[in-house]
Structures are given as structure tokens and as C-alpha cells.
């Protein structure tokens, strides 16, 4: 839609000169209209009041996108790609605030990643002066727009932002400002801009909400301040109370703690970037807290002349739709570790690397754990969306897919990154089935395959952008050293056997594309082959590569088998754990996956565990961020092979599925649940001395059968149960 058909002839509004966040308000009389609704944007994040009451519980809205172009954008390496651009914009009921006579609007505008002048670790990517835009529809006909007559204020904040906290100064403010009996000394006449040139969307994607409130607490009184806790590391805020006048309070957030049990902020920022929130008090007793920031963190330091109220816990409403109980705790906590990270990590419908340092959504992230998520959540709203943003950030006439989207720069790789423009648009369908949705995005996906071929020489991958990033496999344990172009090239091999399906499920020619994976696999034989099976010595998981994309053979898998087998623990990286645990799973080797999944040495999912993790590291060994989900990507095996819950080849929606579970002999025990869009799905299986009794619990609309010793059995809806 344009933005004159959603908001007529409203104009954008924006403070003068150069504010992080700020108030505005206007007055409007209601002459007996019953009800109104308002159509209202703020970029980048807005909150709505109606006569002193919050309209919506929705946080940091609206969703993030690629709103539109930046002239003054300049990244730490040389980009000159063309993308398209959306903005979102909230429409929301105001009748249950509305009063006949003198009505009082209010909406705080802060910067989130729309004005972002702090953090320059991809360069200049901010998109200008926040800005706000409404229309209020009357039930009469009438309304009230955005314009001159709009005022605003500084208000309480003295700054704002998304990745180093926000500073509120209290001691002046007037906190009645949303209502009408506010003093107005200081109110200003905002800026008239030109409406961003954008397509404009009413969002249909989930908000961010409160969606639990935890209680702190004490670690450890300092002489100053005191340390926080809470049950594990969350997405949100510490809420705090001090109802003594022209107090200075503070906190600061982080994931883990000092020797000495204070907080230590190395994983959320290097000292350099830190998530704190400071305040002067009034003496009322309200709650004190950010508006247009959320951190990441389990442990906070608050000053001692206040005290913690509650901790917020603010994720995307993306309900987890899953259970996984097993005998072994390093898998259970796997599951939970892996949905607490998800959830911390979906913020404005976008799949992020980590909640804190970066906040991106990188497309290697998210392909990566695309199908755990949509196996273990309700996240269909969730990935359209994303989808969308992924299409935006593709370059038009390249076909080149960035490594972050929405786009803020960003380190990647040409097929682990942009092939989430295959691999996302699969899972997506396969879950879903929304042939539609993969119709709209075909296009995109043939525009990066002809990317990937101009950049490949004797059909291997070799670079991406000049001067650019082209990484392969990512966070081995050592040094990686497994080569960028056989990883890429592996990789996209994967991809165009999921575009060979989604092409037939459309109708569309395969040919190409089947050439093209005929031409890639024997270019990775001829190059990386060592004669006895292996590829590159099966280092860091090469073997598994080979093996995934078709350019192995059985000695291939023979080579993975016995060196896992004696290793028993990982070496790989984030595509190579992902994709050496599903060779040896697809290839009957399910005990030894499971071993590995579940193996207590050094480089395992244990040494988090062990060390008191509740959410999954970005590195093995703890470094750097302790909350990305990248890893968690092989929880769809908990499902898929542990509980044995398949789709058949040519299924879609889980309109036909098979049960054959991997009843691994380390495990004593194993149950779970999904929910499919038919409704749930649960297997539970159990050893009874040299019997395993299985029960299968099955909703209506799907087609279903168990698999155990090359028999076939039809399931029933509701519960079947079997013993063998």
C-alpha cells in the first residue's frame, strides 16, 4: 500500500535536530462518536496512550524492517546493492479509551534500529530522524491527523538506545503529560518531513509482549550496589522502586558472573557495550524501567538505593509448541537451553544471533535453526514475515541475498548465509504448506542461483563480494580450517536439491537445476576427494558435507563412522555439527548421533551444561556471546530421529507422516509432543528389560504409520500403543 491510502493526508512529524526519543501529544474533541480506530506508525518504536492509558501492550513496535533507503549508509566494506523496502504500520481499537468532549493522544517515540548513531560495528546504518505518523477514523466519517498541531517534548529522556540503554531524568517531569491536566511550558511545534519512500504494510506479524514476570534474586551485597539473579538468561528488563526524590539509580545487565560473584559484561559487549539503564527519581511510586531497549542477561547490578520490583521477560509472542523428555540430562537440557535462546532471540518477528552484542538477523543463523524453530513453535506468522525481509534484502539485479536481514551489515557467506533464500522458503512449505507463499518467493530463489554461478570457477564457490566477507563453516573448536569454497559449495548443493522439489511442487522445470547439481558434485570430487572415501581428510566434519550433498559414497560414511566413533565428541563448526549429526541419523548410524548429541567430553553440549548455562554459546568453549541459537539447530533431531516423528518425501502440512523412532541404547527413555497444523503429535517410548513399549498419540487429518524392524503398521487416531 502507499502511504497516502493508509494515512491520507496525515503528515510525518519528527522533533528538532537530532533526538534518540521523545513525547508528543495532541488534544482532539470527540463530538459523540461511539468508537474510532487509529492507523499510526513511529519509527523505530513507538508507544500509544489514549487520555493517560497505554492503548496496547505490544513492545518494540512496530515490527523491525528494512524501512527504506539510506542515502548517507556507509559499512565497513564496499556494498552497492539495491533492495527493496517495507514499513510497518499498527492499527489499533481506540474505543474503550475514547471520552465524549476533550480527548488527550500521547505516543513516546524512541530510535530502536531506525536512528542508530552508537554502535558502528557495520559502519553508518541508521535511517535518519525518528518520526511519527497517525490518522484517527472516527465512526462518523471524520478524523484527526498528524500534523503541525501535534507537539512535542524531551520529555524524561535525556538519551536513548537500542544497544547501550536508555538515561531518565524524573525530577522535572510532569507525568501527568498524557492526560489533560499536563502543564504545557515546553511543549514545541515538531518538524514537517517528507513520508519515507516505502511499500507500507498493516502489520500482521506478532508484537513483542511481557510475556512473564520473574523475581530477582540477591547474589552478592558491594558497598555501593548490589548483584542480581534470576532463573536463567532472559530477553527484557529489571523493573525497579525508589520512592525517594532526586535519587541517582542504576543498573547493568549481564550474562555471567566474576570469581568474586560481580557481574561480568565481557559476553554481552566486550566492555565496550554495555546494557545499562540509569534514572533520577521523583519520590512517586512508579516503577522505573527502559522504554525502547530490551537486554540480555541472568545476573544485574543495581544500586543500593533501590531496589528491584521485577524482571520483564520480553520476547516476541512465538509460543513454544513442543515437549522433549529423555534419561539423559544433557539432551533434556539441549531442548529447554535451545527454547529459552529462540525465545530471547526473536525480536520484531526476526530471528537474531544474539540478544545483546548484535542483534541481527543473520541469514546463517537463521536458515540454520529455520527448521527446529518451525518444528517447536507456533512460528508461521514469525517466518512469513522474515521471509519478507530476506526478499527485501536481495539486490535486484544480482540476485545477491545479504548476510543480515533485515539489512545492517554483517559478516557471511555466500551459501551459508544467502542460501536462507532456498532453505527457509523450503521449510516453510514443508511445514505450511502455503503453496502460494513458495509461488511469490520462486522468483527470488532462481535470482540467487544465478548469483551463486557468477561466482563460482571450475564449479566451486570461490568468493562473493569484492572486498566482502566469504566465510564457509563458522565456531569450529580450532581454527577452522576446513575451505571456504568446499563448504559453500557442499552447502549449496543441499539448496538446489530443495529448490529441485519445491520446483516440482510447482510445476516449474527441474533440468537446470538438476545439471547444475550434477556439475557441482563431480567439481567437489575432482577437487576435495582423497582417493579412500574421505574428502579433506575428513577434517572438521568434510566427510559429512560430502556425504550430505551426494558427492560421497558408503566409504564416505564408512570414514565419518569410525572417526566419530573414536573422536566422540564434536569438531565441527555450526553447518558441520548440523550436518554431520544428520548424515550419520539419515544413514543408520542413529546410536552414534545420539552418542555425540549427548557425548559429556570437552567440545559437547554438556561442558554448557556443566558450567550452568541455561541458554546455548555462541562457541564451544564459552566465548563471546552466551546466548545464540546456531547450535540449537540440531534439536530437530530430538524429534525427527530420537522420536522418530518424519514426514513422508512428498508430504506437506504433516498431512502424512512416519514413526520410527531411534530407540538408542544410551537412552532408557524418551518422550515428546509437536504440534502440527492438523494438531499434536506424541510419541513416547520406554525399555522394559528386552522389550520397548512405545505409545503414539495422533489428531485427526494425518495419514500415519510406525516403523520398527522393516514392519509396517497403520496408527489410528487417538492412542496406539505397541511392544517389541
Excluded at 526524590?245 to 568474586?260: F, K, N, Q, R, V
Excluded at 545476573?299 to 509472542?317: G, K
Excluded at 559414497?553 to 569438531?571: A, H, P, Q, R
Excluded at 516423528?645 to 515428546?672: G, H, M, W
Aim: some cysteine.
Amino acid at each position: 500500500m502507499t502511504h497516502k491510502e493508509l494515512f491520507g493526508n496525515a503528515r510525518w512529524i519528527c522533533p528538532k535536530g537530532d533526538v534518540d526519543a521523545t513525547l508528543f501529544r495532541t488534544t482532539f474533541e470527540n463530538n459523540k462518536a461511539q468508537s474510532a480506530e487509529i492507523t499510526i506508525c513511529g519509527l523505530g518504536y513507538f508507544i500509544l496512550y489514549l487520555n493517560g492509558e497505554r492503548v496496547s501492550a505490544d513492545e518494540f513496535a512496530p515490527a523491525y524492517t528494512d524501512y527504506h533507503e539510506r542515502t548517507d549508509m556507509v559499512l565497513s566494506y564496499p556494498l552497492d546493492d539495491m533492495w527493496s523496502h517495507r514499513i510497518h504500520v499498527m492499527k489499533y481499537d481506540l474505543t474503550p479509551f475514547l471520552r465524549e468532549g476533550e480527548n488527550v493522544l500521547g505516543v513516546m517515540v524512541g530510535g530502536g534500529f531506525y536512528h542508530q548513531l552508537l554502535r558502528k560495528g557495520e559502519g553508518n546504518v541508521s535511517y535518519g530522524r525518528i518520526k511519527l505518523c497517525y490518522k484517527i477514523d472516527f465512526e462518523d466519517g471524520t478524523s484527526v491527523v498528524s500534523d503541525k498541531k501535534t507537539l512535542y517534548k524531551r520529555g524524561f529522556f535525556v538519551n536513548s538506545n537500542l544497544f547501550h540503554g536508555e538515561r531518565h531524568d524524573y525530577s522535572r517531569f510532569d507525568r501527568r503529560w498524557n492526560t489533560s491536566e499536563a502543564q504545557l511550558h515546553g511543549w514545541a511545534q515538531p518538524d514537517i518531513v517528507t513520508a519515507p519512500r516505502s511499500e507500507y504494510y498493516i502489520q500482521s506479524c506478532p508484537s513483542d509482549r511481557v510475556v512473564e514476570t520473574l523475581r530477582p534474586k540477591l547474589v552478592k551485597a558491594f558497598d555501593t550496589y548490589n548483584v542480581y539473579k534470576v532463573e536463567r538468561n532472559v530477553t527484557g528488563y529489571p523493573v525497579i522502586r525508589c520512592n525517594i526524590s532526586g535519587e541517582h539509580i542504576w543498573y547493568e545487565c549481564a550474562e555471567e558472573l566474576t570469581p568474586d560473584l560481580d557481574i561480568d559484561n565481557i559476553s554481552v559487549g566486550y566492555n565496550e557495550q554495555r546494557q545499562r539503564f540509569f534514572a533520577i527519581t521523583d519520590g512517586s511510586d512508579e516503577l522505573y524501567h527502559p522504554y525502547f531497549t530490551w537486554f540480555g542477561f541472568q545476573y544485574f547490578a543495581l544500586s543500593n538505593n533501590c531496589e528491584p520490583a521485577e524482571v520483564r521477560v520480553i520476547h516476541t509472542d512465538m509460543k513454544s509448541t513442543s515437549s522433549f523428555e529423555c534419561s539423559d540430562e544433557t539432551l533434556n537440557w539441549l531442548y529447554k537451553a535451545f527454547i529459552n535462546t529462540q525465545e530471547s532471540n526473536t525480536h520484531g518477528c526476526i530471528p537474531s544471533d544474539c540478544p545483546h552484542r548484535e542483534r541481527l538477523g543473520y541469514t546463517g543463523d537463521g536458515q540454520l535453526t529455520c527448521g527446529a524453530v518451525m518444528t517447536e513453535f507456533d512460528a508461521e506468522a514469525m517466518y512469513r514475515k522474515w521471509i519478507e525481509d530476506i526478499k527485501d534484502c536481495q539486490d535486484k539485479e544480482t540476485g545477491h541475498v545479504q548476510h543480515t536481514a533485515p539489512f545492517a551489515g554483517g559478516g557471511g557467506g555466500p551459501a551459508g548465509w544467502g542460501g536462507a533464500m532456498i532453505i527457509v522458503p523450503y521449510n516453510f512449505y514443508r511445514h505450511y504448506g502455503d503453496v502460494q507463499a513458495l509461488r511469490d518467493v520462486y522468483p527470488n530463489m532462481a535470482k540467487f542461483v544465478d548469483y551463486i554461478e557468477s561466482r563460482c570457477e571450475k564449479g566451486l564457490i570461490v568468493r562473493e563480494e569484492p572486498d566482502g566477507w566469504c566465510l564457509g563453516d563458522w565456531c569450529t573448536p580450532e581454527r577452522v580450517t576446513i575451505p571456504e569454497p568446499f563448504v559453500n559449495t557442499t552447502l549449496f548443493i543441499i539448496q538446489l536439491k530443495m529448490l529441485v522439489y519445491l520446483c516440482k511442487a510447482l510445476g516449474e522445470d527441474t533440468a537446470k537445476y538438476e545439471k547444475l547439481i550434477a556439475e557441482h558434485t563431480e567439481a567437489v570430487r575432482l577437487k576435495y576427494a582423497d582417493g579412500d572415501g574421505s574428502f579433506i581428510g575428513g577434517f572438521q566434519g568434510a566427510d559429512a558435507f560430502a556425504a550430505e550433498c551426494g558427492a560421497g559414497d558408503e566409504n564416505t560414511i564408512g570414514n565419518l563412522v569410525k572417526k566419530y566413533s573414536s573422536l566422540g565428541e564434536f569438531d565441527t563448526g555450526i553447518f558441520g555439527t548440523y550436518s554431520l549429526l544428520n548424515v550419520l541419523y539419515q544413514s543408520g548410524n542413529g546410536e552414534l548421533a545420539t552418542k555425540l548429541l549427548s557425548n559429556k567430553n570437552e567440545v559437547s553440549f554438556e561442558t554448557m551444561r556443566k558450567w550452568g548455562a541455561t541458554t546455548i554459546w555462541e562457541n564451544w568453549n564459552g566465548e563471546s556471546s552466551h546466548s545464540h541459537p546456531m547450535f540449537g539447530a540440531s534439536t530437530l533431531y530430538l524429534f525427527r530421529d530420537i522420536l522418530g516423528i518424519k514426514q513422508t518425501e512428498n508430504s506437506v502440512r504433516y498431512d502424512e507422516v512416519v514413526i520410527e523412532p531411534v530407540f538408542a541404547e544410551c537412552l532408557d527413555y524418551a518422550k515428546s509432543h509437536i504440534t502440527t497444523p492438523h494438531g499434536e503429535i506424541a510419541v513416547e517410548w520406554e525399555r522394559e528389560g528386552e522389550k520397548i513399549n512405545i505409545i503414539i498419540s495422533l489428531c485427526e487429518g494425518i495419514k500415519a504409520s510406525f516403523c520398527h524392524n522393516k514392519i509396517t503398521e497403520n496408527l489410528a487416531v487417538g492412542e496406539n500403543r505397541f511392544c517389541i
